[in-house]
């Protein structure tokens, strides 16, 4: 006789935490969960190959961990001939299938999922309880809390806030070290020398498992962009808190000192590439900071690389979480600046001559990873300077990043990387010209471009669209006290240098959109 089931419970590919709210008071005897792969999540954007296997992998061996628990999962797989494509068909098939009293789920990480899930249930005409996300460090209601009242949302008062009330590297209700940021000590180059030998990442061989769907990916998504036969991320639990050592006990004490320099052929230096594991909850954030504080405390690492990291997890990750929540679904549609281009096709392929491009893009086409600085001042900064749709920067970045999740990619991409949110998350657009990159790399010693020039054919195209970018936009930042001095600059040109210099950046935006991803 077919078992009664009292609570279905829907665990997402970004929700991979046996201790979720969503299994509180699970019984076996009386409850499911359901799983799926769907092509809406592979195919809603081009998605890198490493990025398809993370998210596969990481369901069926969570999967197995709850099967050898003894909790009957009801899961579908990609080529699953039954498979209905989405979720909100496919949850509904599984759903007819177990005849539950209740739909449990824990919060999306994506308002399209979460309104998906919404319309199951009134297919349905069941109850979907949508439980609380215990895996940040700041609830939905407590962001609220900080920002009532508040006109703007600056990063750094709700990082001391959020440290604070969190007692983290607090010594009482002062900053340990006397400081609550150390970014002067943090922005450290390499210099000619480079960065010497740094310890990679530690790798996680594909097990039978991982290998089947790398087979599977291949074989469904052939024309998808990036690789899939170098893909090594943690795709457990046990792996994600191997690697979590791993970069304490060999990154961490670098860390803040070079957080934001870039090195050719050093795809990750001192970075920890924790992201992965911490979007899909196979690790939480609280074991990751205090990991980190331990290695401080016990003088492994320096107070400006430790509180750097923290302030990764503790400031970054949970303001922008909070942002998208607050501020969705109208979010998505921002577009301040009136950007209109779209995405260079070499941003999925690294197929250019600008140097600084075309290692980054190499990096996203080898592991689906390039650390903060790359997306931030690279590659966001060229989409923001050319001029590209906000939106399609968003979907670009979920195409090509391995952690990329709703509500981080977008107030990451729309926000402070495009300012397309009129200064919501930042104050100011992250504009910069070549000079910054070959301040931060060694990027520029190997590009036929001169990151000094802003005309003529060997002019780096990030100068010439720097100036480009703050003469189209000078009216709108002149009275930015944070842009001041980047406008007087401007004001200090030439008219007709300056004429010449938008010539060329129309000439390059003609030629650097001519060709989008297909």
Sequence with gaps: MTRSIRNLVIVLGDQLDAGSAAFDGFDPAQDAVAMAEVREETDYVPQHKARIVLFLAAMRHFRDDLCGKGIDVRYTALDDPANRGSHRAEFARLARQAKPERLIVCEPGDWRVLENLRALADDLSLPLDVVPDRHFLCSTDDFAAFAEGRRGFVMETFYRWNRGRLGLLMDGRDPVGGRWNFDTENRKSFGRDGPGHIKAPRRFTPDDTTAEVVRLVDRLFPDAPGRSDLFDLPVTRAQALAALRDFVEHRLEGFG??????????????????????????????????????????????????????????????????????????????????????????????????????????????????????????????????????????????????????????????????????????????????????????????????????????????????????????????????????????????????????????????????????
């Excluded at 205090?290 to 949970?318: L, N, T």
């Excluded at 920067?393 to 949110?421: C, F, K």
């Design 257 to 518: 000192r070079y957080q934001d320099a870039m090195a050719t052929g050093h795809p990750y230096l001192y970075h920890a590439r924790l992201s992965t594991a911490l979007n899909l909850h196979l690790i939480h954030p609280r074991e990751v900071v205090d990991a980190a504080i331990a290695a401080y405390e016990a003088g492994g690492a320096p107070i400006e690389s430790v509180e750097g990291f923290v302030r990764q997890i503790v400031g970054w990750r949970e303001f922008v979480r909070g942002v998208y929540w607050r501020e969705m679904p109208s979010y998505a549609e921002r577009n301040a600046l009136s950007a209109d281009l779209p995405m260079p096709r070499f941003m999925w392929t690294g197929e250019t001559d600008m140097n600084c491009a075309r290692q980054s893009v190499g990096q996203l086409v080898d592991h689906a990873y390039a650390h903060h600085i790359q997306r931030l001042m690279v590659l966001g900064l060229h989409a923001l300077l050319l001029g590209v749709r906000p939106l399609d920067v968003h979907r670009w970045h979920i195409s090509m990043y391995a952690d990329a999740v709703d509500w981080v990619s977008l107030p990451n991409t729309l926000g402070m990387s495009q300012h397309a949110d009129g200064g919501l998350v930042g104050t100011k657009p992250y504009c910069a010209s070549g000079a910054y990159i070959s301040r931060m790399s060694d990027y520029c010693r190997g590009c036929r471009f001169d990151p000094r020039k802003a005309e003529g054919e060997d002019a780096c195209p990030f100068t010439t669209l720097y100036w480009d970018f703050l003469a189209r936009h000078r009216g709108r930042f002149h009275d930015n006290q944070r842009m001041t001095m980047q406008i007087r600059n401007l004001d200090r040109r030439d008219g007709g240098e300056v004429a010449a210099i938008r010539r060329r950046a129309d000439a390059l935006k003609s030629d650097f959109t001519k060709e989008s991803y297909p």
